[in-house]
């Protein structure tokens, strides 16, 4: 079994920093993408960005170059630095994982989610 667990959310006002952490733990073998979703109230979950195990990243639009995705990959944890929060990215952001745990197939995982509240 893999768990992910994801710290870091909280109340900021707008144009200000968060830093959401996510740890991985369990019977993981490799982690193979790390990737961070959010979804708002009413709205659908849409991812926010990836990172491979290489680091190679990648970001939707509406970052705009204010977040950054990072990962520890001895610690197995994966990072979402955001700056200049708007109030429309208040959600709640989710950390997914694609593992290979041992003695089973590549699964996906998927964190309990954690609540970034951005005020104006």
């Known amino acids: 079994q893999v768990q992910l667990v994801e710290s870091g959310g909280g109340l900021v006002h707008a144009g200000g920093s968060l830093r959401l952490s996510c740890a991985a733990s369990?019977?993981?073998?490799?982690?193979?993408?790390m990737r961070w979703y959010r979804q708002a109230p009413g709205k659908q979950r849409e991812l926010v960005a990836a990172?491979?195990?290489?680091?190679?990243?990648n970001y939707a639009d509406f970052v705009e170059g204010r977040f950054t995705i990072s990962r520890d990959n001895t610690k197995n944890t994966v990072y979402l630095q955001m700056n200049s929060l708007k109030p429309e990215d208040a959600a709640v952001y989710y950390c997914?994982?694609?593992?290979?745990?041992?003695?089973?197939?590549?699964?996906?995982?998927w964190g309990q989610g954690t609540q970034v509240t951005v005020s104006s």
């Open positions: 369990g019977n993981i073998f490799v982690i193979n993408d």
């Open positions: 990172i491979t195990s290489g680091g190679a990243t």
């Open positions: 997914n994982a694609n593992v290979q745990a041992f003695f089973t197939t590549i699964l996906d995982y």
